[in-house]
């Protein structure tokens, strides 16, 4: 029987070895990724520039990613445009363009950087041509997709800096692709691209060289977290010329962040090296007369006296003299009231987007944004009809400040208040002494 149990009990000695041969493995790998030496550091090194190295599926997937998010800016669907960010070629080049920075490696990232230039231009031209089949098929648009991915967004800092820390660790610890993190800096990278080539292409005005800009700045800050992640897994310079080159390169980038975003310019306000601009009080007048306009008229007629006076020839019994006196004065106030048209008061309740622009003209610049359930003053008897959409003249205050442009009229719901006025007649007062 005690040989039985002690045949049943478990052996704890195996367990403790394989845990041990497994620690083992780890700090073996740990050692293979993060090498303390100089000849281990550059076979590493070399070892991920060759996978980060292009290939022609870089340029076959950005190709058909291109046409499907052109197709999604086309449709204004962000169905489409999801599925092409998933059909991004996976980013390990951008990733060679730090590892070129960091080692001080400057044909790898001149490599790297023509490769992903060339990648972007394809998805840059697949949105020319969506935004040139614009002018084809015209129909009401609103572009709204194209609108959001052109401007920067505050909470997109904070995940793609994210992204790219965990694409860079991915890339090096692991032999796998990174599919995820890559998905997510595509989205960041190639969406705006190609609303720059769609805002080219459809001729609208405010959306290519906003697109581009967000793209340099999302490059830049993806970039510098990317470096710092390669610090942090000991990837540093060795040579005078490397740390010279990597010292340039951060200085660039943060250079940029900080002109672009306008931190630089925040900075010096909370420094107090300069002075914010003034703003201005004299604010705009509305056009819309919205009292009725009061004329009054007095007529007072010039008084007439005639007054006799003695003849030239004395008497005794004096002529009593002649007094003529004509005074009629006369006052007659009149009250005109006018009525100008009433104004017409819409409500914003747009379909997608989850809001409306207000530009500064039909596709023009926008000036603000204002979600639905919003209300606008419109201008009455004053549209434009552009490719066919019709355009509403409208001004509202966002912020105290008077914001006036124009709307695309799919997007309004009016509703025209009632004026209750009811002059009275024309009083006219005739005084006679």
């Known amino acids: 029987m005690d040989n039985l149990e002690d045949t049943l009990q478990p052996d704890s000695e195996p367990v403790q070895e394989f845990i041990?041969?497994?620690?083992?493995?780890?700090?073996?790998l740990r050692r293979v990724y993060f090498p303390t030496d100089v000849e281990g550091r550059a076979a590493l090194f070399t070892h991920l520039a060759k996978r980060a190295f292009p290939s022609y599926e870089l340029f076959i997937f950005a190709l058909v990613a291109g046409a499907i998010m052109g197709l999604g800016y086309?449709?204004?669907?962000?169905?489409?445009?999801?599925?092409?960010?998933?059909v991004s070629p996976i980013l390990t080049p951008w990733i060679g363009i730090s590892l070129g920075i960091v080692a001080g490696a400057g044909r790898l990232s001149a490599q790297t950087i023509f490769a992903l230039i060339l990648s972007s231009a394809l998805i840059f031209l697949s949105g020319i041509?969506?935004?040139f089949a614009t002018n084809i098929f015209p129909q009401p648009r609103t572009f709204n997709e194209a609108f959001i991915h052109s401007r920067l967004w505050a909470p997109d800092f904070f995940v793609l800096a994210v992204g790219a820390i965990l694409i860079t660790l991915s890339f090096v610890r692991s032999e796998q692709r990174p599919y995820l993190p890559s998905a997510l800096i595509s989205y960041y990278f190639f969406l705006p691209v190609c609303a720059a080539g769609f805002g080219l292409g459809s001729g609208v005005t405010d959306l290519w060289p906003q697109g581009l800009q967000v793209f340099l700045v999302y490059f830049a800050w993806a970039t510098f977290f990317c470096i710092l992640t390669l610090f942090f897994l000991r990837f540093y310079p060795i040579s005078l010329g490397g740390i010279s080159f990597t010292g340039i390169s951060l200085v660039l980038l943060i250079a940029w962040l900080g002109i672009s975003t306008g931190a630089l310019d925040w900075i010096k306000v909370q420094a107090d090296l300069s002075s914010p601009k003034p703003v201005s009080v004299n604010q705009p007048t509305s056009t819309l007369p919205l009292i009725p306009t009061i004329t009054h008229t007095s007529t007072l007629p010039p008084v007439t006296a005639v007054i006799g006076v003695p003849s030239g020839t004395p008497t005794r019994t004096p002529n009593p003299s002649t007094i003529e006196s004509t005074i009629r004065p006369t006052q007659s106030p009149t009250f005109t009231i006018t009525a100008e048209p009433t104004p017409i008061i819409g409500l914003i309740r747009a379909s997608e987007g989850g809001g409306a622009f207000i530009r500064e003209k039909p596709g023009g610049k926008v000036l603000a944004t204002l979600g639905n359930g919003s209300t606008v003053t419109i201008v009455p008897n004053d549209l434009q009809e552009v490719n066919n959409v019709v355009w509403v003249h409208v001004?509202?205050?966002v912020n105290e400040v008077r914001v006036e442009g124009w709307m695309i009229q799919t997007v309004l719901v009016t509703a025209t208040p009632i004026a209750n006025w009811d002059p009275s007649a024309t009083p006219t007062i005739t005084l006679t002494p």
């Open 20 to 28: 041990s041969a497994r620690a083992r493995r780890r700090r073996a």
């Open 74 to 86: 086309f449709l204004d669907s962000q169905g489409l445009l999801i599925f092409g960010v998933l």
């Open 129 to 131: 041509i969506a935004g």
């Open 395 to 397: 001004f509202t205050i």
